[in-house]
């Protein structure tokens, strides 16, 4: 093993150390400060946002950008808390739900104290439009009791675009939105952009507080968010020590275990350190921990080496967390995704895996961030990055590019030109996410109607304004277009969302998700005029279309004539998995598969058609395949057997995609049967008559109640949601 020093960035002194006192804050911030963050010094983005600047003082949008680990949360939250100490209501957006429930639980846990300080009744409330942990959905009201609201952009994107929330947000005082660099990602970024630009534009428009770690290009967010005061520190405090490892034998997970139980062993015998490791899967944090409890020997305190991913519950994470913060547990194995976000502060961080299995690399900003997490109160942190043999990062670009720290800057995910950063998520993003912010637009305007004009207007605001201006009107023609009936044009020239868009944009669907699925319900009306496949549609075939229109990798598996026999042996079992897509169009040999039929209404165009054109049943064997596993896993199946069935491994990461994904898109899915979404189509194309109409709505709502029928195990609040 080869080890790559990338130097120490930061200071080893806080320059001019201050105490609060110094700051001058005025009531009642001295003692809100001490409820928060006990007895401490502040930190010197602290000192600059609220001593200097005075932002306490001020009304202005404001960004903070300084590295990880630098204090910028407790600013965040003393300008929400100011808006609440006014009337107002505040909200709090973190990434991610796990994130958003532990600083939920942090200011629960503080409520009471707070309110005696601000001298007002103080109500806090999460909102993730979770239905499994909040019993809400997407499309659920705003929660009306509440002063400060944490919440997901994704779920305050969807109580945004409801015109019914109106009064409720333009009671909103100040808006935080925490890890902002996230618009910059071309996945959720928009949504984060949108989000910020619909706030902007409203009347009176919230204080804006924007909290990263990206040091970058900030002037053009500055002039976005204008007037705007930027708290800019680029010097670590605690410094951090950054290493790169490159393992040199075959490179395996085994191999890259022992070298972390060996690090583990050799920090942990400093009875003052604690150490978290990052890796990529739940699977593996959960093995690695095992590992490691065997290994160290109770060398990681009395509560061992805990794993902590989003497959534990709510309860068990926070056990492992304070375990951690306790310092019972010497030891914590993280997945990235959670630990991202997640307030852990240890003295060594170890990233195992800085390429993740069919994604791709990590970007060095991702991976310094993680690094970024070592360093604990004044002690200097040290954090190692394991490269493995034959991974995307080569170990000298990784080495030089945390050596120079260079940290791309708030920029919109349509930037044009952005550079391709390696494991930067720097694709461009799709039409279907493009026309996400334009309909969820429509939306808030339904009733009014909107112009192309206008629409150019309000996006002119966006931080990717002059782009995403340019494309306004090819993304209204998209949304407008015959094939997916999101949006149509009035007589007077305004775009307004139809049924099926304004369904499709309060559950958050993916837009090409949902266009694909009403174009198969409406090609399937139209040539089936007795409505038999209707009828027929099982829980399987709802599953088996989400599969298609949202396919993914499982396990790695390929197509093969071997699982296209599986599959078929499998769809003789029991009746529920009779499904009409299978018997009629997905199943057979290359000569009379009809799957191509299929995927054109879903409206997937295969790239690369093999010779004898058989990608679309490879294609749909495929995504059944898929179904047929999630069925198995769902109705409550062993996943070690499933896992035997199907020469299929690591199952149990199924479970987290099944309830943050599959149950989600299935819950929008069955949003869209309403035979509101096809009536013009049902009486113009179909010519239907009154008593096809009532059949087909039957028939909808039929298929609504079945979308749940794969699912013997979810709860009854799960159940009540789909319902309602
Ligand atoms: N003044 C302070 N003195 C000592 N510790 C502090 C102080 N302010 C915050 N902390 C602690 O420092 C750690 C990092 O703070 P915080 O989570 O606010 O960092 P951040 O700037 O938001 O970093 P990131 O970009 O990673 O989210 C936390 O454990 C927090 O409790
Ligand atoms: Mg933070």
């Known amino acids: 093993m080869r080890r790559i020093d990338c130097g120490t960035s930061g200071s080893r002194r806080l320059a001019g150390r201050l105490s609060w006192q110094d700051l001058d804050l005025g009531p009642p911030w001295p003692g809100v400060v001490q409820i928060l963050a006990g007895n401490c010094e502040p930190r010197p983005v602290q000192a600059l946002a609220l001593g200097e600047q005075r932002l ?15 204090g910028k949360s407790l600013v965040g939250l003393l300008l929400l808390l100011d808006a609440v100490r006014l009337g107002q209501r505040a909200v709090l957006l973190e990434p991610l739900r796990a994130i958003a429930r532990e600083k939920y639980d942090e200011l629960q846990a503080a409520r009471r104290a707070l309110a005696e300080r601000l001298d007002r009744p103080l109500k806090f409330r999460i909102t993730t439009g979770d239905y499994r942990l909040d019993q ?77 770690a990206s040091l970058g290009k900030l002037e053009q967010a500055q002039a976005w968010l204008h007037p705007c005061e930027v708290t800019r520190l680029t010097e670590r405090f605690p410094p951090l020590r950054k290493e790169v490892w490159e393992l040199s034998g075959s490179g395996g997970e085994d191999e890259a275990n022992q070298v972390v139980a ?18 990529y899967q739940t699977r593996s944090a959960e093995k690695l921990a095992g590992t490691l409890r065997e290994l ?55 990233v195992r895996d800085t390429t993740f299995a069919g994604v791709g690399p990590l970007s060095a900003a991702d991976l310094l961030q993680m690094m970024g997490r070592a360093g604990r109160g004044d002690r200097e942190g040290h954090a190692v990055a394991l490269v493995r043999p034959n991974e995307a990062w080569r170990a000298e670009e990784l080495a030089a590019a945390l050596r120079e720290e260079r940290l791309p800057g708030l ?114 009306l139209s040539v089936d005029a007795e409505d038999r496949f209707l009828s027929q549609w099982q829980g399987l075939d709802h599953l088996i279309l989400l599969e298609l229109l949202n396919p993914r990798s499982l396990a ?38 009809r799957a191509s039929d299929v995927l054109g209404s879903l409206g997937i165009h295969l790239r690369r058609q093999s010779a004898v054109d058989d990608g679309a049943r490879q294609t749909a064997y495929l995504a059944i395949f898929r179904a047929a596993v999630l069925f198995e896993r769902a ?13 299929v491994s690591g199952l149990e990461g199924i479970e987290e995609r099944w309830r943050d994904e599959t149950l989600w898109l299935l819950w929008g899915l069955s949003r869209l049967l309403e035979v509101r979404c096809f009536y013009y189509h049902l009486r113009e194309v179909c010519s239907a008559g009154d008593v096809r109409v009532r059949r087909v709505k039957g028939l909808l709502r039929q298929m609504r109640k079945r979308v749940l029928t794969p699912f013997s195990e979810v709860s009854s609040c799960c159940k009540r949601a789909f319902s309602s």
């Open 56 to 70: 306490l003082d001020k009304r202005c949008n404001a960004i903070l950008a300084a590295p990880t680990n630098a």
């Open 136 to 212: 809400e959905t997407f499309t659920s009201p705003p929660p009306s009791h509440g002063e400060l609201i944490v919440a997901t952009p994704e779920r305050f994107d969807s109580i945004l675009r409801n015109p019914d929330n109106a009064s409720w947000i333009e009671q909103i005082g100040c808006v935080c939105v925490d890890e902002a660099h996230l618009i910059s990602m071309s996945h959720r970024g928009l949504t984060l952009e949108y989000v910020i630009t619909a706030l902007k534009c409203l009347a009176t428009p919230p204080r804006l507080v924007l909290l990263s």
């Open 262 to 279: 060996a690090h583990a062993r050799e920090v942990l015998s400093d009875a003052s350190a604690q150490l978290l490791v990052f890796v």
């Open 296 to 350: 160290l020997d109770g060398r990681a305190g009395s509560a061992d080496p805990q794993p902590y991913h989003a497959s534990l519950s709510t309860a068990q994470r926070e056990a492992a967390r304070q375990a951690f913060l306790s310092g019972r547990s010497r030891c914590l194995i993280a997945t990235t995704a959670l630990g991202l976000g997640v307030n852990l502060p240890a003295t060594h961080v170890l």
């Open 411 to 524: 920029t919109s995910a349509l930037e044009p030109g952005r550079p391709a950063r390696k494991g930067g998520g720097g694709t461009t993003p799709s039409t279907s996410a493009k026309a996400a912010p334009v309909l969820a637009q429509l939306l808030r305007r339904q009733e009014q109607g909107i112009t192309l004009a206008e629409m150019e207007t309000f996006f002119s605001q966006s931080l990717g304004g002059q782009t995403m201006t340019s494309e306004v009107g090819m993304l209204l023609a998209w949304l407008c277009d015959s094939s997916r009936c999101l949006a149509y044009e009035d007589e007077h020239g305004r775009y307004r969302p139809t049924v099926l868009g304004r369904r499709a944009a309060e559950a958050m669907l993916p837009l090409d998700l949902a266009a694909g699925a009403a174009q198969l319900l409406r090609d399937l």
């Open 556 to 593: 790695g598996r390929r197509f093969s004539e071997k699982l296209a026999e599986q599959v078929d042996g499998w769809m003789e079992g029991p009746p529920q998995r009779a499904s009409v897509l299978y018997r009629e169009w997905l199943r057979g040999s290359t000569d009379t598969c």
């Open 635 to 647: 109705g409550g199946e062993d996943a070690s057997k499933v896992e035997r069935r199907w020469g």
